[in-house]
């Protein structure tokens, strides 16, 4: 793989970014990028090609690797290969003591795998045993990943971890020892910054996906929010989310594209988290366009004989499936799902436009199976699950 960095030069903390930021994207959006944009400061820019690495029996953990090159003047860490790991982590107990983080915050956490040297003495932002990342690199590691959350709507406690292939061998032709640290080299931060996701780049991926499906005469979609199906929602719908087209936050669009697209059948199957906020209209999901699902619970609970002082428990809430728990011990959860589940029937209607595609959306919770779903959902159910299966032998 060449890369052409010549005139520019790529830090090893440049490059392990631009790979923390493919790697991040990737388990927080499934977007896979294939180059990274970096920004220098004087105002030239470039594209480094990044390689996806696959790890089919972890979905939690995502990889990328780039050969770093200096440009016209090469150094001892010239065509070196770095590799980033991001990891979601469940239990804090993974995380290493000696990861850098940020007291602000705890949920970015990076750690320095083979080939990345460790502090063996007193050095200005570092104990004792951490790995060799220099403060500059880890705030541009810092602020990429941020950036993603932003786009992803979605926070996790994340471990990304540097190595470098060839660190131990470029160490010893080094004096690194004598410089504090040792059994690889340091990870330097540079005069730069890396492009995040956007928007556009976001839509062209779902135009993509779905105009692929068109292409292949499958005309009846499942559309997931978000970038993971949940794991119980194949088995309550008999659908197979195994080629659902993600959406992402993008849920009105992902409608208009797959209307403009030729699309006859379209289901979106999600928990309550996001798809009771189509209920009010806000068809952008992101929760820094809009929340209102404690406002539309209780607005539809009210519509439904339910008193104001449960309303207001409702609004006291502080997650919707506490909100759902509430319903369930007042007898409400079905009067109160059918009716948001009929105004999200009218504002997916809104984006039909003068189509004949059919649209439908199911609620899903992990505990209690189905909440609900729009009207006349059983045909489109059957021919949604269908096309689903036919895709899975191959077609």
């Not at 990028?33 to 480094?48: A, L, T």
């Not at 004792?128 to 990429?144: H, L, S, T, Y």
């Not at 992101?286 to 339910?306: F, P, Q, T, Y």
Request: contains cysteine; charged residues 20%.
């Amino acid at each position: 793989m060449e890369i052409n960095t010549r005139n520019l030069e790529i830090t090893t903390g440049l490059c392990a970014a631009a790979l923390a930021k493919a790697a991040t994207t990737e388990l927080l959006t499934g977007l896979c990028d294939r180059s990274v944009k970096i920004r220098k400061n004087d105002g030239s820019s470039i594209e480094i090609p990044v390689v996806r690495v696959a790890h089919p029996e972890d979905d939690s953990l995502t990889e990328f690797y780039a050969i770093r090159e200096r440009g016209e003047l090469p150094d001892i860490v010239d065509r070196c290969t770095i590799h980033v790991t991001v990891k979601s982590i469940s239990n804090f107990m993974e995380i290493p003591e000696t990861a850098h983080l940020e007291v602000e915050n705890q949920m970015i956490n990076i750690e320095g795998g083979s080939g990345v040297g460790r502090i063996t003495q007193k050095m200005p932002g570092f104990r004792a045993g951490q790995a060799a990342i220099d403060k500059d690199a880890r705030n541009i590691i810092f602020k990429v990943i941020n950036s993603v959350f932003a786009t992803a709507d979605v926070m996790r406690v994340l471990l990304v971890t540097i190595s470098v292939k060839e660190g131990m061998l470029i160490a010893s032709r080094t004096m690194s020892t004598a410089n504090g640290y040792s059994n690889g080299i340091m990870i330097r931060g540079g005069n730069g910054s890396i492009d995040t996701v956007n928007r556009r780049q976001i839509l062209d991926n779902i135009y993509d996906d779905i105009n692929s499906m068109v292409s292949r005469d499958i005309k009846s979609i499942v559309v997931i929010p978000g970038s993971k199906s949940p794991d119980f929602a194949e088995k309550l719908t008999h659908i197979s989310m195994k080629n659902a087209i993600r959406a992402r936050n993008h849920i009105g669009e992902s409608i208009d594209i797959a209307g403009a697209l030729g699309v006859e059948n379209y289901i979106i199957v999600g928990t309550a988290g996001k798809i009771i906020k189509l209920a009010a209209g806000i068809m952008n999901t992101h929760s820094m366009v809009a929340d209102g699902k404690r406002e539309i619970i209780a607005l539809h609970l009210i519509l439904n004989g339910g008193s104001t002082k449960q309303a207001r428990e409702i609004l006291a809430t502080s997650t919707t499936d506490e909100a759902v728990r509430k319903l369930y011990d007042w007898n409400m959860i079905k009067p109160v799902l059918d009716s948001i589940c009929n105004s999200i029937y009218e504002y997916m209607g809104h984006h039909i436009g003068k189509t004949n595609m059919k649209v439908g959306a199911i609620i899903v919770h992990r505990e209690y199976g189905i909440l609900g779903h729009t009207p006349d959902i059983s045909n489109l159910l059957i021919k949604v699950s269908q096309a689903q299966f036919q895709l899975q032998l191959g077609r």
